[in-house]
């Protein structure tokens, strides 16, 4: 059972490559799709592309509109959706990616560790699974696609 599953979260850890060199590992057939995650060119694409702009706001607004396109497309294409949300910085984008996969019927998995619980619960509520390491979220890929435990 092939499956397409799309990383969204924060971008400042290895969690991503940590997950596909998982599945990469045990033979799964998984293909990857993401935001961009390099910062400068995710915050610095509208402008880029569509011309500078005095406001920040609108400097902002304009990369915003043009990673939503990347983003609706990997979200509506995924059968699976991970979603992670790291320690350092607010990540209001993973939420709103959490949401829109909720809405869009995908089956969501939140990675978190537990300082987050209380804040995400409602997060944590529409997802079907809550971990807390990339090799938990290989692992359910992993069950998912084959059947299999982690020991088998």
């Not at 057939?29 to 005095?54: K, M, P, Q, R, Y």
């Not at 209380?118 to 692992?139: I, M, R, S, W, Y």
């Amino acid at each position: 059972m092939a499956l397409n599953v799309y990383l969204s979260g924060e971008i400042h850890t290895n969690w991503r490559e940590e997950i596909i060199a998982g599945c990469d590992a045990l033979g799964l057939d998984v293909a990857f799709a993401s935001a961009v995650t390099d910062h400068a060119a995710s915050d610095d694409c509208g402008v880029a592309i569509l011309g500078s702009e005095e406001s920040k706001f609108w400097h902002d607004h304009k990369g915003a509109k043009l990673n939503a396109i990347r983003t609706r497309k990997g979200l509506q294409e995924a059968d699976v959706v991970v979603v992670r949300f790291g320690e350092q910085y607010k990540q209001w984008n993973a939420a709103f990616d959490a949401g829109m996969a909720a809405a869009l019927g995908k089956s969501l998995i939140v990675m978190h560790g537990d300082d987050h619980q209380h804040a995400l619960k409602e997060v944590d509520a529409a997802a079907l699974a809550v971990t807390q390491t990339p090799q938990q979220v290989v692992e359910i890929l992993r069950y998912v696609e084959t059947g299999k435990l982690p020991d088998q």
